[in-house]
């Protein structure tokens, strides 16, 4: 269960009500579970479900490690990533 303090805390960072706060966080971690679901799946690519799960690539790798999921990355992901950074 979600402390009343942690739901307080995060309707004030984001300035809205408890209620909004706590759809905004469910949606979070249902978009977390069904890009995780995906992934190890095969049906979507690391870097797929990172944007399905709204979050970035090293947010992943991250949530990834935590899980103990497998991580696996194709050649063309690496170079589109590192022309990323080149910009």
Do not use: H
Not at 19 to 34: D, Q, S, T
Not at 50 to 66: K, N, V
Request: proline share 1%; charged share 35%; hydrophobic share 45%.
């Amino acid at each position: 269960m979600i402390a009343e303090k942690e739901i307080n805390d995060l309707a004030e960072l984001l300035g809205v009500s408890n209620v909004e706060a706590c759809i905004k966080r469910g949606i979070k971690k249902l978009r977390l579970r069904k890009a995780i679901e995906l992934y190890v799946t095969g049906k979507k690519s690391m870097k797929q479900a990172a944007r399905i799960a709204g979050i970035s690539l090293a947010e992943w790798f991250e949530i990834a490690r935590e899980k103990g999921l497998l991580v696996q990355i194709s050649p063309e992901e690496i170079e589109e990533e590192l022309k990323a950074f080149r910009v």
